[in-house]
Each structure stands twice: as structure tokens, then as C-alpha cells.
């Protein structure tokens, strides 16, 4: 069985940390970074099936942190969020049913040559 891989972008460790329990509850394995240049280095080393991605990092902006994550993987789910609150439930949710039932252009191509 494999499990998904979700990379965790916060740098505020009480926020990271709920969000880490949350996600692996959920059943991920969670990858933890505290800053954008953290997040990309592990993206390069790391295989990571979504990123989970704080918008006010102390070394660059989740915008442009997303938007190198999208050039070295274009394909790779990114959510971009501020701030941890009453939200979070729902916006995990979102991110898990995104993540497990998102239908890749690849495999859409796949089902048409079949």
C-alpha cells in the first residue's frame, strides 16, 4: 500500500503541528518545512504527491514559493493558505478529496488509447 506524501509548508511550530496531526490522521505521510527554500529543496529531493503551502513564509511569499514549485513540477497539486482557524477542518478536507480522487491529464489520455 502506498501512502501519499504531503509536503507541509508553516512556520509557526504550534500551527504545524495541528496541521501535521490532522494530515496524518487522514492517512499521509507528512514532510515538514519551515521556510519556502526548505519547501523547495525537499521537493527536489523528496517525491511529494501535494503541498500544503503557508502564504506568509519568513523568506519569501507562498505565491512565489508556489509558483517554483510549478515550474519544477507543473502537474503537482499546491494548496496556498493563510493562517490556521476554524477553516482548517474544511480546508483539509478540500485538499484530501482533491488528492484522492483528481483525475491526472496523463491518465485521461491513458483511458482514450485503451
Known sequence: MNI????CVENQPQYMG???AMLEAAGYEVVAATTGHEAIRL???SHID???LEYDLPDATGSSIRTEMKRVRPDLP???FSGVGT???FLLRFFDAYLRNCERPDEVFEDLEA
Request: a positive charge; hydrophobic letters at 60%; zero cysteines.
Open 4 to 7: 501519499p506524501k504531503v509536503l
Open 18 to 20: 495541528a496541521l501535521k
Open 43 to 45: 521537493l527536489a529531493t
Open 50 to 52: 501535494g503541498v500544503l
Open 78 to 80: 499546491v494548496l496556498l
Open 87 to 89: 477553516q482548517t477542518p
